[in-house]
């Protein structure tokens, strides 16, 4: 079975800094592509970052390019996101999902609060 859990959430000052982790299990983490959504209160998902298998290709929405870096540690089963300079607007539940077998997988997500 398919599992993605999201750790790291919490409550941060603009400008402030969060590290995001998502660990995963039931498959084999190295030949799957991994990305980060995020949901705020009344709006659609939004995808925030992709990155490939072996974590030489990177890619991330206009929105939070330039602050945020996706990374992976293939031997602990675990994407990263690493957020700077975080805005209110960043203010979200984050999930981390993969696809496989034509299906998309989501975490249970967690929540990040960027407020004074």
């Known amino acids: 079975q398919v599992q993605l859990v999201e750790s790291g959430g919490g409550l941060v000052q603009p400008g402030g800094s969060l590290r995001l982790s998502c660990a995963a299990s039931g498959i084999t983490f190295r030949r799957y592509g991994m990305s980060w959504y995020r949901q705020a209160p009344g709006k659609e998902r939004e995808w925030v970052a992709f990155?490939?298998?072996?974590?030489?290709?990177?890619n991330y929405a206009r929105s939070v390019k330039g602050r945020f870096t996706i990374s992976r540690d293939n031997a602990k089963n675990t994407v990263y996101l690493q957020m700077s300079n975080l805005k209110p607007d960043d203010t979200a539940v984050y999930y981390c999902s993969t696809e496989l077998d034509r299906s998309r997988y989501w975490g249970q997500g967690t929540q990040v609060t960027v407020s004074s």
């Open positions: 990155v490939n298998t072996v974590g030489t290709v990177t």
